[in-house]
Structures are given as C-alpha cells and as structure tokens.
C-alpha cells in the first residue's frame, strides 16, 4: 500500500492536571526564572483532570489523517493497556497503526501537564517506549509513502535519523523534519549530511540559533547560513511572534492568529503537519501552506490536548496575511 505520508516519532499518553493551587513563584535557581511551587506533604486539590495522547509523531499524524491523507505512524509503545489504548485512539483517526511495534522492556511514554490556569504549565515527562524502536522494528520493505515526516526522535530512533532519510532518498520519498534536540547533538558532519537531503525542516527561533551559532536576534544570518546546509524550504517557528520561511529565495512572514489560547500543549506539532498538508494541496505554495498551518495550530490551541481540536479538511479557517521579501541575497529588501 503507497501511503500520502508515514510518521515516525513518539506517542504518548498525556495526562492533564489544573489546579489554582499549584503557584506560580519567581526565583532565580529556576531555568526559567519561576517555577511552579507544591506545599511538601500537603494533598493537593485539582479542578480539572483529563487523559488524552500526544507525541510528536502522533501528533502529526492526526492532522494529516484529519485533511484526508492515506496516514500512517510508525513508531513503539509499552506492550500494556496504556499502548493499547492509544493504538486504539489511533484506529479510531483513521491512523494506520500496522507500522507500531510494542516492547516490554519499558512502558508507554507518559507527560503529565501542570497549569495553574494560565498560560505557562509544567510538563513531567516520561521517556519510555518511544526512544526503543530500533532499525529491526522498522518494517523497510514495507514503508512506501511520498512523504516520511520525522518529528522529534529521542532514544535509539535519534541516531536511525540518517538511515531513515537515505532509505526515503533511494526510495523516491520526500522528507519533512522537525528535529529535537537529540538529533540536534548528532556529530557536526552526520547532522549536515542529514540537512542536504531535507526538503521541509522546521525549527524554533531558539533551536535555529543553536545549529547555527548565530544569535537568534540575527534571522537574516540564521537563514543564509541554513540555507547553505538545506537544500528544501526552511520554517522557522516565532512562538508568539510568528512565523518565517525561507525558500532559498525569498523569505515569508506572518503573525499568529489572535485567540484565547486554552491549552499550548501540541502547538509546533500542529503548525508543521498543517502547513505540509497546505504546501501538498496547493502545490507547493508557501502562504497557502504558512497559512494553513497557522490556523491548524490556532485551531488546537483552543482545545485541551494535542489532537482533539485539530482542522478537519472540510472545515473552514481563517487565512493569515503572508508577507514576501526578496532580500535573502542582499540587502535591498523589496516586500511583496
């Protein structure tokens, strides 16, 4: 069976807990500068709990599937109920589930999301299942797709990365990426030997400044040099600012779509599975593809959980104004 896309990545169950007595507290010993405080050896009231799914491969699987692609995720979970469960969740998204692999060496991927009610949460996470899938669980002959979409890989799968990509390379298959920060730390000259045989790679703002080494105030640097190592279209992911996209030529900005966010969990996920469903539909253009994405993720945002708010093909979105600039090269820049 050819397939529209195959996702690798992790799936995992994702528990949800909101409670106005987890505070909030600045401190310096925080990463962050605050940090989400419990009173020791107090019982904790919460207002809300609710399990869902998530993981990145998962994640993305649900939106292509919702946009009525032939979809199918390959990947591992714990051979208990909890992977049960969720390759149950995945049939029922019309997901095909025959490329999963269950372990019993380590149980199901697990996150448990903090929120106090406002917009930072805390999120424990469990590594578990996922980072098992070994090149042996991978069915080769059988991964037959035009595109493979590789979202973060942790675990043994980070380092199946370059074997992935050439196997889709040999094979006529075209290659989305969004790499976590595993893949990130593979040795300088495998990573860019990945990089040349990318045509959709996403990153964040701060993700890009790391591969690059460039500030990340310095986007028109962090693109040239990115450009050199990929080949394919570059996104650039803003948070809250935005987007920007790079094609080698010209570079696409957009803002955000303004909404009361309820739930941030899934929003990079979203964003990129929308925006190549948008790039495949419209063959190959970037503002349809920038603005799908940007209302997919919107669309998640205010919906609790990673999937259960996700654009279905036949809905109707909001499209976000795409602007053009022809500066990449110099800097007399034109905007279209």
């Given at each position: 069976?050819?397939?529209?896309?195959i996702?690798?990545?992790?799936a995992s169950?994702?528990?949800?807990?909101k409670?106005?007595?987890?505070?909030?507290?600045?401190?310096?010993?925080?990463?962050?500068?605050?940090?989400?405080?419990?009173?020791?050896?107090?019982?904790?009231?919460?207002?809300?709990?609710?399990?869902l799914?998530?993981g990145?491969?998962?994640n993305?699987?649900?939106?292509?599937?919702?946009?009525?692609f032939?979809?199918?995720?390959?990947?591992?979970?714990?051979?208990?109920?909890?992977?049960?469960?969720?390759i149950?969740?995945?049939?029922?998204?019309k997901?095909?589930?025959?490329?999963?692999?269950?372990?019993?060496?380590k149980?199901t991927?697990?996150?448990v999301?903090l929120?106090s009610?406002i917009?930072?949460?805390?999120?424990?996470?469990y590594?578990?299942?996922?980072?098992?899938?070994?090149?042996?669980?991978?069915p080769?002959?059988?991964?037959?797709?035009k595109?493979?979409?590789?979202?973060p890989?942790?675990?043994?799968?980070?380092?199946?990365?370059?074997?992935?990509?050439n196997?889709?390379?040999?094979?006529g298959m075209k290659?989305?990426?969004?790499?976590?920060?595993?893949?990130?730390?593979?040795?300088?000259?495998?990573l860019?030997?990945?990089?040349?045989?990318?045509?959709?790679?996403?990153?964040?703002?701060e993700?890009?400044?790391?591969?690059?080494?460039?500030?990340?105030?310095n986007e028109?640097?962090?693109?040239?040099?990115i450009?050199?190592?990929?080949p394919?279209?570059?996104i650039?992911?803003?948070?809250?600012?935005?987007?920007?996209?790079?094609?080698?030529?010209?570079l696409?900005k957009?803002?955000?779509?303004?909404i009361?966010a309820?739930?941030?969990?899934g929003?990079?996920d979203s964003?990129?599975?929308?925006f190549?469903?948008?790039?495949?539909?419209?063959?190959?253009?970037?503002?349809?593809?920038?603005?799908?994405?940007?209302?997919?993720?919107?669309?998640?945002?205010?919906?609790?959980?990673?999937?259960?708010g996700?654009?279905?093909k036949?809905?109707k979105?909001?499209?976000?104004k795409?602007?053009?600039?022809?500066?990449l090269?110099?800097?007399n820049?034109?905007?279209?």
């Open positions: 069976m050819k397939y529209d896309i996702t690798f990545g992790s169950r994702d528990i949800f807990l409670s106005s007595n987890f505070l909030v507290v600045g401190q310096k010993k925080f990463v962050t500068g605050k940090g989400l405080c419990l009173s020791l050896g107090s019982k904790i009231g919460v207002e809300d709990i609710r399990f799914t998530g990145g491969g998962t993305t699987a649900a939106t292509f599937s919702n946009q009525g032939k979809t199918a995720f390959c990947g591992m979970v714990g051979d208990e109920l909890a992977g049960e469960s969720l149950e969740e995945l049939k029922k998204l997901i095909d589930t025959k490329f999963i692999s269950k372990t019993k060496k149980t991927n697990y996150s999301i929120s009610g917009r930072e949460r805390t999120i424990l996470t590594r578990g299942a996922a980072g098992e899938l070994s090149s042996k669980d991978i080769w002959s059988k991964l037959d797709a595109w493979l979409y590789l979202a890989l942790s675990g043994k799968l980070s380092f199946l990365s370059e074997k992935i990509i196997f889709a390379k040999k094979n290659v989305a990426m969004n790499p976590g920060a595993s893949q990130l730390s593979l040795p300088k000259t495998r860019e030997r990945i990089l040349k045989n990318i045509d959709l790679l996403f990153l964040n703002q993700e890009a400044s790391i591969l690059t080494k460039i500030p990340y105030k028109k640097e962090i693109f040239k040099k450009d050199k190592l990929v394919g279209i570059f650039m992911t803003k948070g809250s600012k935005g987007v920007v996209v790079s094609d080698g030529k010209q696409y957009s803002e955000i779509i303004k009361k309820v739930d941030w969990t929003a990079g964003f990129a599975s929308g190549l469903s948008g790039l495949i539909f419209s063959k190959g253009d970037i503002k349809y593809a920038i603005q799908l994405g940007i209302a997919n993720s919107a669309a998640c945002l205010s919906v609790l959980g990673a999937k259960n996700l654009l279905k036949k809905d979105w909001k499209k976000v795409v602007k053009v600039e022809s500066c090269k110099n800097n820049c034109k905007i279209k």
